[in-house]
């Protein structure tokens, strides 16, 4: 019977797909509002949906790996034993995902003591006995072995599972120079990283298809092994156990003993309802749509679900789009009056922005919208900017950029009363909503407009400005009800109060050196072709020194060092694995690769910093507000938070961090030890309290104590293992970690750790106790009331339990500390504008603020700044301020 006229078995790889999946997708992307990662279920859901599509299977099954241990294991205990842990992410989504199939009537098999592969073999052998096409999905290069006239491969690209190559024969042949049924025998040869099977050393896929067409089988490659000269014939010879040993464990079984035959794996009509569930918990919208297409269910999600937005189904997706109208003068001020007081929350706004500058608005009610196309001195437009000025409540989304137009058109703008961009964040600070688009399907269930990029002329559905503020309107009226009372605080009190802060910081921006960063970068140069020459000499041997693959080669296999943890890629050489490698097994090599990425990384930052500066020869960096779950600003184009302050040349980075034209000097002022004073506070903690109080060094103060000598008898070693263990305790630091920190035995930093916590025991209770309260309620809380959602406290996964309950110990003392900081800054700049002063502040980096001072302003910027950084919250601790000035950021430090 031709393939044509076959019925088709498709069998699919579970655990191999799924990973792939999870490493294709960006796992912060993919969550739901509980927490629960889903990359790796949509990533699988979408790529099956696809081969179910065009590949119209009529039978299908998916086989899944019940654990990494099997009757491979028994035979060879370090088989797969190189494979790193199971990712925290990708836990719990392999139950979800087999709960999503189940709901799709798609069988799903596992079998105790056996792997997937095992079971596709079986399943593919049997299929083509009983007269099937079949096409057997898999990740794992050991399928190949299936590849026949009646049976494919379609193997997922290294890029993920969007692209499939398609096996048969003649691609095998093609690819390896040998018939699938051999492929086994070469990966034997060659060995398998992935699965921790070594094979002959120096013998590639190239030779060892060489010696099997040579030869002809295996085994007379094993029998006539005395044959083979040179020194791949050397190695053949003394690892032939090797060989024998691969090719047991990689032939598949193919008589495995399954619950079901192909026959009984025809594809049935989905489980509708429990399809709209599992779908619903795993918000795959677009998903479920196109799986009911799929089964030709006529009923679309918008209309039909009841899973996913009970709240708002039916009523907003039937809400039609509001006409809109432009407006002048009297006209446009009685609406604006009108519109406002029937709607008290605020009306919706989009700024139009080109180049910069604002060019037009949208204005939304929950009815109506106006569109202003508006240019500088237009009359006509004067009751909008008076609109525009006042306190009247407005509601924009992601405005802080919006925010920046209007300042550069020199507008006036008050009364932002609502953000859905950073409201959408602080309700999931952990997977924010990063776009409009993305809060209007979650809150309103809708699709918001989107432009088609193959029409030059956009006609109808386009996202205008007033269309925009109409959508970004009605989200925020859907939000607000999932706000409770102190989150909506932060929102209003902090969150928004800052967006117009951190807008005119970056307009603002900071004075840079050019000629001064360019010679810092050519002296870098020199000293990175310095270092690499000597790297060379050291190994005999020019590389690329950022190749982890050329790096493997030269530290493991040439140089014969104690293998690093395991990756994808082989073996660790990331900075932190070397470090260790250096610790334990000092080279000179290892010495200079070490000083090598040092300066090739700082030099990439000067490199950055070089490309940002603007034609007013400033730096204008971007403050993410919602770019940490924690509250803390972050900065990007460029980063300015990753110039190190303990190295000669990150201080001379900061050299190149000038004063401007017009301003005497730069004032840096920053927090002294804040988060633990704020761990003082939070714990209540008498002997920490007394500490922070008395000014003394906290910890020489803590030393004391824990080695029971007096303050100035605790030596500099005693006072940096205190420092480690303080600040690592509240990130969850272990004995283990404070011993691989500090590089001391693990049973002295159990007694240190043992010793602390008599000392200072209401430190103890208070990180025992936050962690248990977050179990309690799901979150976390700041001292001002910012949550944190912990969901993954109660996961059965013990790695995604285990990683939540280090960042619960730490997410109120950070978070506290971001508050503080946001708290400090909108109350100088405000007493700035208050007092009239030209003096300006410019960045804020971690703990620390930086402004620009004018001529005789120093007293009254150094007062409102000490006192609003130190008052910025009431803590049973005093907050302390240091204040450094210079004419360059590092000249300033203190």
């Known amino acids: 019977m031709p393939n044509s006229e076959k019925p088709t078995l498709l069998i699919v790889d579970g655990h191999s797909l799924a990973f792939r999946a999870f490493y294709a997708l960006p796992v912060d992307s993919f969550s739901t509002k509980d927490g629960q990662h889903t990359n790796a279920i949509h990533g699988f859901l979408a790529m099956l949906l696809l081969l179910l599509q065009n590949e119209k299977p009529t039978h299908i099954a998916v086989a899944f790996d019940i654990s990494r241990y099997s009757f491979r294991t028994r035979e060879y205990a370090d088989y797969k034993g190189t494979r790193g842990d199971t990712p925290p992410e990708f836990g719990g989504q392999i139950p979800l995902l087999q709960d999503a199939l189940k709901s799709m009537n798609i069988v799903t098999l596992a079998k105790e003591d056996f792997e997937a592969d095992d079971i596709l073999a079986t399943l593919a052998t049997k299929g083509r006995e009983q007269g099937y096409r079949v096409l057997v999905v898999s990740g794992d290069r050991d399928t190949i072995q299936l590849v026949n006239d009646d049976v494919?491969?379609?193997?997922?690209?290294?890029?993920?599972?969007?692209q499939l190559t398609r096996y048969d024969a003649a691609k095998v042949f093609e690819k390896y120079g040998v018939a699938p049924e051999q492929y086994p025998d070469i990966a034997a040869l060659v060995g398998e990283t992935s699965d921790n099977l070594p094979g002959v050393d120096k013998v590639g896929p190239k030779t060892a298809a060489k010696w099997l067409t040579q030869y002809g089988s295996l085994d007379a490659v094993l029998e006539r092994r005395d044959e083979i000269g040179g020194k791949v014939g050397e190695n053949l010879r003394a690892q032939a156990e090797n060989v024998v040993r691969n090719r047991k464990l990689n032939r598949l079984l193919v008589d495995v003993e399954l619950p079901v035959g192909p026959d009984d794996l025809e594809r049935r009509p989905i489980d509708e309802p429990a399809l709209r569930e599992i779908f619903g918990r795993l918000e795959f919208k677009t998903l479920l749509d196109r799986v009911l297409k799929?089964?030709?269910?006529?009923?679309?999600?918008?209309?039909?679900?009841?899973?996913?937005?009970?709240?708002?189904?039916?009523?907003?997706?039937r809400t039609p789009h509001p006409a809109t109208q432009t407006l002048l003068d009297e006209e446009l001020e009685k609406w604006l009056t009108r519109s406002a007081a029937a709607t008290p929350n605020g009306l919706g706004l989009t700024v139009e922005v080109l180049d910069g500058r604002a060019v037009g608005f949208g204005v939304a009610s929950a009815t109506e919208a106006v569109t202003l196309p508006w240019t500088p001195g237009r009359a006509d437009y004067a009751p909008f900017e008076r609109w525009l000025a006042s306190d009247a409540p407005k509601v924009m989304s992601d405005a802080k950029y919006q925010v920046k137009a209007m300042i550069r058109s020199e507008l006036d703008f008050a009364g932002l009363a609502f953000d859905a961009h950073v409201a959408g964040w602080l309700l999931r600070p952990g997977t924010p909503d990063k776009t409009l688009a993305a809060l209007v399907s979650r809150h309103l269930n809708e699709d918001l407009p989107q432009p088609d990029a193959n029409q030059l002329l956009q006609l109808d559905d386009v996202l205008t400005a007033p269309l925009e503020a109409w959508f970004t309107?009605?989200?925020?009226?859907?939000?607000?009800?999932?706000?409770?009372?102190?989150?909506?605080?932060v929102l209003t009190d902090l969150e928004l109060p800052i967006i117009g802060v951190l807008a005119r910081m970056e307009l603002r921006g900071?004075?840079?050196?050019?000629?001064?960063?360019?010679?810092?970068?050519?002296?870098?140069?020199?000293?990175?072709?310095?270092?690499?020459?000597?790297?060379?000499a050291e190994v005999g041997r020019e590389l690329n020194l950022g190749s982890p693959k050329q790096l493997q080669e030269v530290l493991f296999d040439q140089l014969g060092m104690p293998k690093t943890r395991a990756n994808k890629t082989g073996f660790s050489t990331d900075a932190g694995a070397l470090a260790d490698l250096q610790a334990s097994h000092p080279h000179p090599f290892l010495d200079l690769l070490l000083e090598h990425r040092d300066k090739s990384k700082l030099r990439q930052i000067i490199e950055t910093l070089e490309r940002s500066i603007g034609t007013d020869e400033r730096i204008h960096t971007s403050y993410v507000q919602?770019?940490?779950?924690?509250?803390?600003?972050?900065?990007?184009?460029?980063?300015?938070?990753?110039?190190?302050?303990?190295?000669?040349?990150?201080?001379?980075?900061?050299?190149?961090?000038?004063v401007g034209e017009g301003y005497e000097t730069l004032l840096t002022a920053d927090y002294s030890q804040i988060e633990?004073?704020?761990?003082?506070?939070?714990?209540?903690?008498?002997?920490?309290?007394?500490?922070?109080?008395?000014?003394?060094?906290?910890?020489?103060?803590?030393?004391?104590?824990?080695?029971?000598?007096?303050?100035?008898?605790?030596?500099?070693?005693?006072?940096?293992?205190?420092?480690?263990?303080?600040?690592?305790?509240?990130?969850?630091?272990?004995?283990?970690?404070?011993?691989?920190?500090l590089r001391i035995e693990s049973g002295e930093a159990k007694q240190l750790m043992t010793d602390y916590f008599t000392r200072f025991g209401a430190v103890r209770d208070y990180l025992r106790n936050v962690v248990e309260q977050a179990r309690d309620d799901g979150y976390t809380e700041t001292i001002f009331g910012r949550r944190r959602p912990f969901p993954e406290l109660k996961s059965p996964n013990r790695v995604l339990r285990d990683n939540a309950e280090r960042a619960a110990l730490n997410a109120p003392i950070q978070g506290s500390a971001a508050d503080i900081m946001k708290f400090a800054?909108?109350?100088?700049?405000?007493?700035?504008?208050?007092?009239?002063l030209e003096s300006r502040m410019l960045m804020q980096v971690h703990d620390e603020l930086v402004f620009e001072v004018k001529a005789g302003e120093w007293d009254a910027v150094e007062a409102v700044v000490t006192d609003r950084m130190a008052h910025a919250a009431e803590l049973t601790v005093p907050l302390d301020v240091q204040v450094g000035r210079g004419s360059n950021w590092d000249e300033a430090a203190h």
């Not at 494919?152 to 969007?162: K, N, W």
């Not at 309107?473 to 605080?489: G, H, I, P, Q, Y």
Request: glycine share 8%; aromatic share 6%; charged share 25%.
């Open 152 to 162: 494919t491969l379609l193997y997922p690209s290294a890029m993920g599972v969007s």
């Open 676 to 741: 633990m004073r704020i761990m003082a506070h939070l714990s209540g903690d008498a002997g920490l309290i007394e500490a922070f109080r008395s000014g003394e060094d906290l910890h020489r103060f803590v030393g004391s104590r824990i080695f029971r000598v007096d303050p100035a008898d605790v030596t500099s070693e005693m006072r940096s293992k205190v420092k480690a263990m303080s600040y690592g305790l509240a990130y969850g630091l272990s004995a283990f970690g404070l011993s691989k920190q």
């Open 626 to 658: 919602t770019g940490t779950s924690t509250g803390r600003i972050s900065s990007t184009d460029p980063n300015l938070q990753n110039i190190p302050i303990r190295t000669e040349e990150g201080r001379r980075i900061r050299t190149t961090f000038r």
């Open 825 to 836: 800054m909108m109350r100088i700049e405000a007493d700035f504008a208050q007092q009239g």
């Open 294 to 317: 799929l089964e030709g269910a006529e009923e679309s999600v918008s209309s039909a679900s009841t899973v996913e937005s009970p709240v708002n189904e039916d009523v907003t997706a």
């Open 510 to 536: 900071v004075t840079i050196d050019r000629p001064g960063l360019a010679d810092l970068s050519a002296s870098l140069a020199e000293r990175i072709s310095d270092l690499a020459a000597r790297a060379y």
């Open 473 to 489: 309107l009605r989200v925020a009226d859907a939000m607000r009800a999932e706000f409770d009372e102190k989150t909506l605080s």
